[in-house]
C-alpha cells in the first residue's frame, strides 16, 4: 500500500464523518456503503498508534479540523502538525499492511 492510497483513504474517511448521519441514516434502506469496512479497518489500525498519532488522526479526520486550525488548537506550528501527519502517514501504511499480511 502506498502513501497516496492511504491519502486517498484517509479521504474518504474524513467525507464519511462529515457526512456520516447521512451514511448511517441511510444504510438501513440503502445498504452500507464499502467505506464501513475501510472506516473499520482504520480504527483498528489507530488503536495501536502512539498518543499523538492517534490525536492527529482523530482531530484531522473525525473531528474535521485541517492541519492549520489543530496547530492553533494545541499550540503547535503547522509544520510540527505537519511532520505529525507525515508520521501518521507512514504509522497506518507499515500497520495497515502487517494487519494484511496476517
Known amino acids: 500500500m502506498t502513501a497516496k492510497n492511504i491519502r486517498d483513504d484517509l479521504r474518504d474517511i474524513r ?3 462529515s457526512r456520516k448521519e447521512l451514511f ?7 445498504g452500507t456503503n464499502i467505506i ?3 472506516v ?6 489507530i488503536c495501536l498508534a502512539p498518543p499523538r498519532l492517534y490525536d492527529v488522526y482523530v482531530s484531522i479526520y473525525l473531528q474535521n479540523n485541517t492541519q492549520e ?3 492553533d488548537k494545541l499550540g ?3 509544520e510540527y502538525v505537519s511532520m505529525l501527519h507525515t508520521q501518521l502517514i507512514n504509522f497506518l501504511r ?3 499492511e502487517i ?3 496476517r
Open 94 to 96: 507499515k500497520n495497515i
Open 24 to 30: 448511517d441514516k441511510t444504510a438501513s434502506s440503502v
Open 36 to 38: 464501513f469496512e475501510k
Open 99 to 101: 494487519k494484511e499480511e
Open 69 to 71: 486550525s489543530l496547530a
Open 15 to 17: 467525507y464519511f464523518y
Open 76 to 78: 503547535y506550528s503547522v
Open 40 to 45: 473499520e479497518k482504520y480504527n483498528q489500525v
